[in-house]
């Protein structure tokens, strides 16, 4: 385990710390654990060495079953979410907060902070801005079940979103396929030409699109924060793969029965799942899915199961504590995820 230096350097300079893997402590003579912004998360992790850090993870014969449900407490109008989880040398947990009348005290909805600990002593390395560890995670853990379950040709990418999480997938799924034609759908024509915008910028050839495009696509992604299912299910290739990681809870989806039913369905852990993926428990329930027809992600990327590419592919992810790790240990550790 590589453990962050102290150093008698103070914040401001961090962030060129991070960018070389070498995390340092606030103040001098170890006054505190180093402290990373969200900037200084993401020039340490870009967004295909997130995906390898989780690839990684699961490839370590870490399971995800062992990984502690996330516990929500209430707190006035809004809520505390604690998510722990320990892997190898290293635990952390992260703690957000979700409250609804902040936006109005001109603050955010979500705010979040993960504190990174050494597993043996359990003393506090690093702190790191929550939200931009999210922003990296989530879309990575796409990249690995899309790059797992995605057909090597692919030419067209359909995303549902405009919002961060939107932007996050179109970096981290262009890093996995030479995409074509990217289709980007959203409520929002302003928000949608600043993703277009965006994905342009990033080298893609992107335009506007609605529901119907998911006919040809060769992937999906779906990172909105809907209720009802985003397009019909039926309208999706055998070839596809889609990925859905908007929601992480169980009255919620973004993907219909039809779908679920048609589809291999990858899921980040059967419990988890189970319990906060509205996705899966909906078409349970509706009779489209069984329970036993469930696959955890970490068998796919093991090889122990293989893509079934005679219908299409499905991976529900609502996001595990384990994940927020297996990239704050990269922040820190440069050597973290190339073995």
Known sequence: ??????????????????????????????????????????????????????????????????????????????????????????AGTKVASVSPDNPGRGLPRIQATYVLMDSETLSVQALMEGNGLTALRTPAVSAVAADHLTAWDAQKLVVFGTGLQALGHLDALAAIRDFTDVVICGRSPEKVTAAVEHAVSQGMSARAGDAEEVRGADLIACTTSAGEPLFDGSLVPDTACVVAMGSHEPDRRELDAT???????????????????????????????????????????????????????????????????????????PEAGTD
Not at 282 to 288: D, F, K, S
Not at 307 to 321: E, H, I, L, N, Y
């Open 1 to 90: 385990m590589t453990t962050p230096q102290h150093s008698d350097q103070s914040a401001p300079h961090a962030s060129q710390a991070a960018g070389h893997g070498d995390a340092r402590r606030l103040g001098g003579g170890g006054a505190g654990p180093a402290w990373f912004s969200a900037e200084q998360v993401e020039q340490a992790v870009p967004v295909d060495r997130a995906r390898r850090l989780v690839e990684a993870a699961l490839q370590s014969g870490f399971d995800p079953q062992q990984d502690p449900a996330r516990m929500n407490v209430p707190a006035q109008t809004g809520h505390l979410l604690l998510m722990p989880s320990v892997l190898g040398d290293w």
């Open 259 to 333: 779908l679920m039913g048609r589809a291999q369905v990858v899921v980040e852990d059967r419990e988890t799942a189970l319990r906060e993926a509205g996705d899966v428990v909906m078409a349970i329930e509706e009779g489209a899915l069984a329970e036993a027809d469930l696959v955890d992600l970490k068998d796919v990327v093991t090889g122990a199961v293989e893509a079934d590419t005679s219908r299409p592919r499905v991976f529900k992810g609502v996001g595990m504590s384990w994940q927020d790790l297996a990239v704050a240990i990269g922040v820190v550790d």
